[in-house]
C-alpha cells in the first residue's frame, strides 16, 4: 500500500505536461511550479486551501528564510513587498514568479550595499566600553529603515568580535592558569584587532558563497517555503538538493554521526545516530547549534550563514580522525567537542538486553530492552528485523523468570511500520494496533492476528520528546489496550504523518533536456490514527507517568513548526482492554508522582529544565566587554551545578542475559561495548524509576 504511486497525482501530472508544447522549449521556472501546485493539491494528505491565508504564510517565511536576522530587507523594502502579501496565492495559479523575482531584486542590491558596511566597520576598533545592547532574536526585532541598517550591522559585527575576543581572552587565561607556555599572551588591543579580521574573514566567504547562489537555489527555496506550507513534512528540493536530503554522516559514510539540519543562519543538530561516533562519545545532542568546525587542533572554520551542504563537507572525514566541533548549547553555553571520526557500528543500532536489579528497594530480575530504531533488513529475505530480536530477547527472559519488562524507546526516530505491529502483537492475544488513513477512502487496519502472548508480565515502555512515528505507534497501542505503562516526558513527537517522494523528471515525456531535472517532491500522503480514533499526528503520545526532562517547559517536536498538520480523531475500533492492570497503572502512577516530587536528582532536573527556558528566551546582550563576561561566567557556574545529574546509582545492578554471557567470553570487543552500555546505565535516573514503577506492577 505504502509504495503505490499516487494515480490521481500521476494523471494530473501528465495532464499539466502535455498541455505545454515541450518542443516549443517553455519556460522551466512555469512547468516546474504548475507541476508542484497541481501535485499538492491533487496528493496531498490535507490540501491547503490556496488563498489569501494561504499567501500570507508563505510571504511570511520566505521573507524570514531569506532575511532570517533582518540584516538585509529594509523597512521600505518590505513596504514595496506589502502589496504581494495576499497575491501569492494568485501568481502560483497563474505560474508567475513577480513577488520571487522582486525579492531577489532587492535582496542582490542589499547584499551588494551591505558588503560595503562590514568592510568599513571592521576596519576600525570597537569601543567595548561603552554600554550598548543587541538584540539577536529575529522575531523579535523589526525590520531597520534605509537609514539605520548600517547601525544594525555595526552592532551585530560589534557583537561578534565580542565573543570572539571573549573566547580568546578565556583561553589565555586558562593557559596562565595551567602554566601552558605553549598558548601565546598578548594584549587586549592585539586580541580585538586578530578578532575583528577574523569576523572580516568569515563575512568575506560568506558573500563569496552568496555570490555563487544561482537563479535556481534561490528559486528552489520559495518553491520549497511554498510545499512547507501544506505541512513541515512536505517539501519540494531541487537536483542537488535531493542528494543532501536528509544529511547523516554515518552508514558508508565515515563521520561523526549526526543528522543536521538548516535553521535560518545556523546549523542545527536534528538526531543523534545510535551506534555513531558521537553517539559513543556523548556530549553532542539534538538541538545543540554548530558554530565552529576544526580539523583536530587546527585553526576552526566558522560554519555561521554556511550552507548545509558545504558545513558537512567540513565535519565529515576518514574513519579515526578527529574533528572539534564548537557548540551552543540549550542553555546559551558555548562548548568545544571533541570527536574521533568513525563508521557506525550497526550492532549498535540493534536491539539490545540486559537485567536490572535494585538492592536498596529490593526489586530484583527486571528485562530491560533498549531499542534504538524500528529496522529491518529489506536487501535479503529472512534479513535480520527488529521484531525477530524482540521475540528472542522475550524468550529469553522468559527462561530467566523475569518480574519485569522495561522497553526503551527513548530517542527512536521509528522505522519499519510491519515490525511494529509484530512486536505490540508479542505482549497481546491479538487485536488491531494502528489505523492508516489516505486521503480517500476507508482507514486500513493494521492488526496482530497471531493469538500467541509471547509476554504477558509487567510492562513499562519509556519515551520522549524525541520518539517519534513508528514508536508511537508502539506506546499508544500498548496504552490503548492498558497493556502497560508509558514513562517519559509529557508527550512524544507527535509526527503522525507518511510521506512519499515523486521524481518529477518521472511525469515529463522524453528526453525533454531543456525541461530536466525538475527536482523532487516529497509530499505528506497519509495520516496514523490510535486505535481509540485518535491521531498521533501534533499531540503525540502522552505519558501515563510524566518524568522531568530538560525539555519539560521548551516547546519540542511537531508542536514547534507552525505549519504543523492539525489534529484530529476518527471512528474507534472494537478491542478488548486488558483489565489485569487497570487498576496496578493507577497504583504506580500515584507512587511514582510521591518518589519523583521528593527526589533531589529529579528536583535538579526540573530546576535545569526551568533555567533552560530562561536562557533560551533571554535574547537580548550586553555589548559591553565587562557585561558580557559576567553574563558568560554566570552561565558557566550555573551549569556546574547540572553537571553531576548522571552519576551511578546507589545499589543499581546491571548485568547481561546467562544465554549471553557465552558469546561474550569469546568477543572482546563486543563484550567491551556491553561493559560500557552497563555503566552508562547505572547512571540512567530514568530507567531506575522505571524499575520500581514495575515494582509497583507486579
Same mark, same amino acid.
Given at each position: 500500500?505504502?509504495?503505490?504511486?499516487?494515480?490521481?497525482?500521476?494523471?494530473?501530472?501528465?495532464?499539466?505536461?502535455?498541455?505545454?508544447?515541450?518542443?516549443?522549449?517553455?519556460?522551466?521556472?512555469?512547468?516546474?511550479?504548475?507541476?508542484?501546485?497541481?501535485?499538492?493539491?491533487?496528493?496531498?494528505?490535507?490540501?491547503?486551501?490556496?488563498?489569501?491565508?494561504?499567501?500570507?504564510?508563505?510571504?511570511?517565511?520566505?521573507?524570514?528564510?531569506?532575511?532570517?536576522?533582518k540584516k538585509f530587507f529594509t523597512s521600505e523594502d518590505i513596504d514595496q513587498f506589502k502589496k504581494y502579501e495576499q497575491e501569492i496565492d494568485d501568481q502560483l495559479n497563474r505560474g508567475t514568479y513577480a513577488f520571487f523575482d522582486l525579492s531577489i531584486e532587492l535582496l542582490n542590491q542589499r547584499i551588494e550595499e551591505t558588503q560595503a558596511y562590514y568592510k568599513e566597520i571592521l576596519s576600525k576598533p570597537f569601543d567595548f566600553k561603552k554600554n550598548e545592547e543587541i538584540e539577536l532574536s529575529g522575531k523579535k526585532l523589526e525590520y531597520a529603515s534605509n537609514s539605520t541598517l548600517k547601525e544594525r550591522w555595526r552592532k551585530s559585527l560589534k557583537f561578534q568580535t565580542l565573543s570572539r575576543l571573549y573566547d580568546q581572552i578565556v583561553v589565555q587565561e586558562e593557559a596562565k592558569e595551567k602554566n601552558d607556555t605553549t598558548v601565546e599572551i598578548k594584549t587586549f588591543e592585539v586580541l580585538e584587532q586578530e578578532s575583528r579580521k577574523k569576523i572580516l574573514k568569515r563575512h568575506n566567504e560568506w558573500y563569496d558563497r552568496m555570490s555563487k547562489l544561482e537563479l535556481n537555489d534561490r528559486r528552489s527555496t520559495f518553491l520549497n517555503t511554498v510545499s512547507n506550507a501544506f505541512d513541515p513534512h512536505t517539501s519540494y528540493l531541487a537536483p542537488k538538493a535531493k542528494e543532501n536530503f536528509d544529511i547523516s554522516m554515518s552508514g558508508r559514510l565515515e563521520g561523526i554521526g549526526a543528522s543536521l539540519q538548516q535553521k535560518g543562519p545556523y546549523i542545527k543538530v536534528a538526531r543523534i545516530v545510535p551506534g555513531s561516533a558521537c553517539w559513543k562519545q556523548g556530549e553532542l545532542e539534538a538541538d545543540d547549534i554548530i558554530l565552529k568546525v576544526a580539523q583536530g587542533k587546527a585553526e576552526p572554520v566558522d560554519i555561521v550563514d554556511m550552507r548545509l551542504d558545504d558545513a558537512v563537507?567540513?565535519?565529515?572525514?576518514?574513519?579515526?580522525?578527529?574533528?572539534?566541533?564548537?557548540?551552543?548549547?540549550?542553555?546559551?553555553?558555548?562548548?568545544?567537542?571533541?570527536i574521533v571520526r568513525d563508521v557506525v557500528i550497526l550492532e549498535e543500532t540493534y536491539a539490545k538486553s540486559a537485567i536490572l536489579n535494585d538492592s536498596v528497594n529490593i526489586i530484583e530480575n527486571i528485562g530491560y530492552i533498549k531499542l534504538p530504531k524500528f529496522y529491518?533488513?529489506?536487501?535479503? *529475505?529472512?534479513?535480520? =528485523?527488529? @521484531?525477530?530480536?524482540?521475540?528472542? $530477547?522475550?524468550?529469553?527472559?522468559?527462561?530467566?523468570? #523475569?518480574? /519485569?519488562?522495561?522497553?526503551?524507546?527513548?530517542?527512536?526516530?521509528?522505522?519499519?511500520?510491519?515490525?511494529?505491529?509484530?512486536?505490540?502483537?508479542?505482549?497481546?492475544?491479538?487485536?488491531?494496533?494502528?489505523?492508516?488513513?489516505?486521503?480517500?477512502?476507508?482507514?486500513?487496519?493494521?492488526?496482530?492476528?497471531?493469538?500467541?502472548?509471547?509476554?504477558?508480565?509487567?510492562?513499562?515502555?519509556?519515551?520522549? *520528546?524525541?520518539?517519534? =512515528?513508528? @514508536?508511537?505507534?508502539?506506546?499508544? $497501542?500498548?496504552?490503548?489496550?492498558?497493556?502497560?505503562? #508509558?514513562? /517519559?516526558?509529557?508527550?512524544?513527537?507527535?509526527?503522525?504523518?507518511?510521506?512519499?517522494?515523486?521524481?518529477?523528471?518521472?511525469?515529463?515525456?522524453?528526453?525533454?533536456?531543456?525541461?530536466?531535472?525538475?527536482?523532487?517532491?516529497?509530499?505528506?500522503t497519509q495520516k496514523f490514527y490510535r486505535i481509540n480514533g485518535d491521531a498521533t499526528q501534533l499531540k503525540g503520545v502522552e505519558s501515563d507517568i510524566v518524568l522531568p526532562d530538560r525539555y519539560s517547559f521548551i516547546k519540542i517536536g511537531e508542536k514547534e513548526y507552525e505549519s504543523a498538520m492539525t489534529w484530529d480523531e476518527i471512528v474507534p475500533l472494537e478491542f478488548e482492554v486488558s483489565f489485569k492492570y487497570k487498576r496496578r497503572i493507577e497504583t504506580a502512577q500515584k507512587n511514582s508522582l510521591k518518589r519523583v516530587q521528593t527526589d533531589s536528582t529529579f528536583m535538579l532536573i526540573k530546576e535545569n529544565a526551568g533555567r533552560l527556558k530562561i536562557r533560551r528566551e533571554q535574547t537580548t546582550h550586553s555589548l559591553n566587554f565587562e557585561e558580557y563576561r559576567r553574563t558568560q561566567i554566570e552561565i558557566k557556574n550555573e551549569a556546574k551545578k547540572f553537571e553531576n545529574l548522571r552519576k551511578e546509582l546507589n545499589g543499581f545492578g546491571v548485568k547481561s542475559l546467562k544465554l549471553d554471557l557465552s558469546e561474550l567470553k569469546t568477543d572482546t570487543a563486543k563484550s567491551a561495548r556491553i561493559k560500557a552500555w552497563h555503566d552508562n546505565l547505572r547512571k540512567d535516573k530514568y530507567v531506575y524509576e522505571a524499575v520500581s514503577v514495575i515494582k509497583d506492577l507486579m
Open positions: 500500500m505504502y509504495r503505490i504511486i499516487s494515480r490521481v497525482f500521476l494523471s494530473i501530472i501528465l495532464i499539466v505536461c502535455s498541455s505545454y508544447k515541450l518542443q516549443e522549449n517553455p519556460e522551466k521556472s512555469k512547468v516546474l511550479i504548475d507541476l508542484i501546485m497541481q501535485g499538492l493539491n491533487m496528493s496531498h494528505f490535507s490540501p491547503a486551501e490556496i488563498d489569501d491565508g494561504f499567501s500570507k504564510r508563505v510571504y511570511d517565511e520566505y521573507l524570514k528564510r531569506l532575511d532570517f536576522n563537507k567540513l565535519i565529515r572525514g576518514p574513519k579515526g580522525t578527529e574533528v572539534r566541533l564548537t557548540v551552543k548549547k540549550i542553555d546559551e553555553s558555548i562548548k568545544v567537542i571533541p529491518i533488513d529489506l536487501n535479503k *529475505s529472512g534479513g535480520q =528485523s527488529c @521484531s525477530q530480536d524482540i521475540r528472542l $530477547a522475550l524468550g529469553k527472559m522468559k527462561q530467566e523468570g #523475569v518480574n /519485569g519488562i522495561i522497553l526503551d524507546l527513548r530517542n527512536n526516530g521509528g522505522g519499519s511500520l510491519s515490525d511494529v505491529v509484530k512486536i505490540a502483537g508479542l505482549f497481546i492475544k491479538d487485536g488491531p494496533i494502528v489505523q492508516v488513513k489516505s486521503r480517500f477512502g476507508a482507514p486500513q487496519i493494521l492488526k496482530d492476528k497471531d493469538k500467541d502472548i509471547v509476554y504477558d508480565g509487567p510492562l513499562v515502555i519509556m519515551v520522549n *520528546s524525541f520518539s517519534a =512515528s513508528a @514508536s508511537e505507534i508502539m506506546a499508544a $497501542a500498548m496504552q490503548d489496550y492498558q497493556r502497560g505503562i #508509558v514513562l /517519559g516526558s509529557q508527550s512524544t513527537f507527535g509526527k503522525g504523518t507518511v510521506q512519499r517522494f515523486f521524481n518529477l523528471d518521472n511525469f515529463i515525456k522524453g528526453d525533454a533536456p531543456h525541461i530536466k531535472p525538475l527536482g523532487t517532491v516529497k509530499l505528506t
